[in-house]
């Protein structure tokens, strides 16, 4: 009995003993690691560390740059009139054909003027008696059988005369009206036998081989376009972009808008556009061929003015520019950066100077 009761007294110490070892050999090996497994862990954490802030480049280069302003305007006929009579008339017969061509000179309208051809044949006689008595004194003149006076009395009754039948003469070509110059006839306003007065209406002649373009630039570019300066410009009627020439300006701006009229002519063959439409120009101020555009995501606007974030060599620069003229997409730096440089163009909220930056894409 006793022999066991030692027998177990020393296996429970030898149990102890091996789980003190074992503790002990453990902690060990916990506590202390290699310096292999150290420079491992590291490498691995230097490997997942940010570099920089994400960004997005674009590299400037130069380019050619049209500096353009567009101006609403108005066409209008080159040439309009509204063909009346300058008499108290009856109409006795119409020539005219509504919306027709007609050429300089044509009869459109006759008035009548029988009374008038009556009253000149009237005068002509009359001229004939006139004119044999100023022959008579005159021939008395010069072999001295009669007074100076007489004779100047005579001649004056002639001139007199003849004045009155040049007068009737001109008030009879009135009674015939006639086209001032080419174009199409609108529509016709009086018939045979209607009683015209001076300034009635009877149609309008309308010259449409060329088209006038009156526009107002603002006072900025009123020295900037000349008299000869080609200008473009398209209606509502249809797509196609039509060409024009400055021809003339007004002396002096408008006092109340502070603009100058300009006006434009350009051809309208097949008479595609209409007086009356209305025009969209596009005004060529300036062309520059080295220009730096820049996109205008990019500009960080400021009290002094716009700046950039530039990249340069893994950092962010910030440079202050000045702009000039803008599109909807980009802006013209007139100063500050150079062909080359590489502009940041997205998460420049969390940039400072000197930031780290890591480029994802250049353009």
Known sequence: MEKTIQSAKIISGLIITAVILLSVFFKGYTSEK?????????????????????????????????EEMTVSGTLMAYQEVSISSELNRKVVAVHAKEGKFVNAGTMLFKLDDADLLAELEQLKQQEKLVLLNERRLKDLIDREAA????????????????????????????????????GYLGIVNVYTGAFVTPGSPLALLTDNSRLKIDFAVPEKHANTLKTGDEVQYNVESNDKIYKGRIVAHEAGLDQKTKTLLMRAVTDNKGSELLPGQSARLTLRLSNTGNALMVPNQALIPSSKGYSVYVANAGKAGFKS????????FSVHVTKGLAPGDTIITSNMLRLTPGSAIQLVSIK
């Not at 004056?156 to 009879?172: C, F, G, P, R, S």
């Open 147 to 182: 007074i100076q006076q007489d004779y100047d009395q005579a001649f004056t009754n002639l001139k007199v005369l003849q004045a009155k039948i040049e007068q009737l003469k001109v008030m009879i070509a009135k009674t015939s009206i006639r086209a001032p110059f080419s």
């Open 34 to 66: 290699p310096e292999s497994a150290k420079a491992t862990t590291k490498e691995q954490a230097a490997s997942v560390a940010p570099v920089g802030v994400p960004v997005d480049g674009q590299v400037l280069h130069s380019e050619s740059l049209n």
């Open 321 to 328: 520019i000045e702009v000039g003229e803008r599109n909807a």
